[in-house]
């Protein structure tokens, strides 16, 4: 028997907004929250960034591909990092009780959210740029999603509101 889907996981491009929206999103729904970023640091004793300098990115994608493995919580907002959608298995893993959720964000709006991203922890090729990792991971976002948000000239609060207003039915 298939589990209820009562979660609800965010994927997108680093500053996108998954976070900040996750909480507020955790906090208005009355669900709790995982930000997977945070149980990677947690996991590992490092920051991402120290587990791209001192392993590489593809280092960085596998501990997140175990972190999503093994995450088993009912209920909860899943903040994911913005690489999560490279790990096929980890994705199927999530979406068996979980409401997939894109925050579409453009690049401009990423890049300007960003800042200097060279120090974000930020998984991709050492010669790739924004441009590149944006196109890359637009096709796995959309593949996974079950919902897409456009947040183009909303506010995180007004992204938070419609994305309650899809998922009445998991509140």
Request: charged share 25%; glycine share 8%.
């Given at each position: 028997?298939?589990?209820?889907?009562?979660?609800?996981?965010?994927?997108?491009?680093?500053?996108?907004?998954?976070?900040t929206v996750g909480a507020l999103l955790a906090k208005r729904s009355g669900k709790g929250f995982v930000d997977t970023?945070?149980?990677?640091?947690?996991?590992?004793?490092?920051?991402?960034?120290?587990?791209?300098?001192?392993?590489?990115?593809?280092?960085?994608?596998?501990?997140?591909?175990?972190?999503?493995?093994?995450?088993?919580?009912?209920?909860?907002?899943?903040?994911t990092g913005g690489s999560a959608v490279y790990s096929a298995s980890g994705m199927e893993h999530l979406r068996t009780?979980?409401?997939?959720?894109?925050?579409?964000?453009?690049?401009?709006?990423?890049?300007?959210?960003?800042?200097?991203?060279?120090?974000?922890?930020?998984?991709?090729?050492?010669?790739?740029?924004?441009?590149?990792?944006?196109?890359?991971?637009?096709?796995?976002?959309?593949?996974?999603?079950?919902?897409?948000?456009?947040?183009?000239?909303?506010?995180?609060?007004?992204?938070?509101?419609?994305?309650?207003?899809?998922?009445?039915?998991?509140?």
């Amino acid at each position: 028997m298939p589990r209820q889907r009562t979660n609800i996981v965010l994927i997108g491009m680093p500053g996108s907004g998954k976070s900040t929206v996750g909480a507020l999103l955790a906090k208005r729904s009355g669900k709790g929250f995982v930000d997977t970023d945070l149980l990677i640091q947690r996991d590992t004793g490092q920051t991402l960034q120290q587990i791209i300098d001192a392993a590489g990115h593809r280092e960085l994608r596998r501990a997140e591909a175990t972190v999503l493995a093994n995450l088993d919580v009912q209920d909860h907002v899943i903040a994911t990092g913005g690489s999560a959608v490279y790990s096929a298995s980890g994705m199927e893993h999530l979406r068996t009780d979980s409401l997939v959720v894109f925050l579409d964000a453009s690049l401009g709006t990423v890049r300007a959210r960003l800042g200097d991203f060279s120090l974000r922890g930020i998984a991709k090729r050492p010669e790739q740029t924004l441009e590149e990792l944006f196109r890359e991971r637009y096709a796995l976002y959309e593949r996974y999603a079950d919902q897409t948000i456009h947040c183009e000239g909303l506010s995180q609060e007004a992204v938070c509101e419609r994305i309650l207003h899809i998922t009445q039915p998991l509140s």
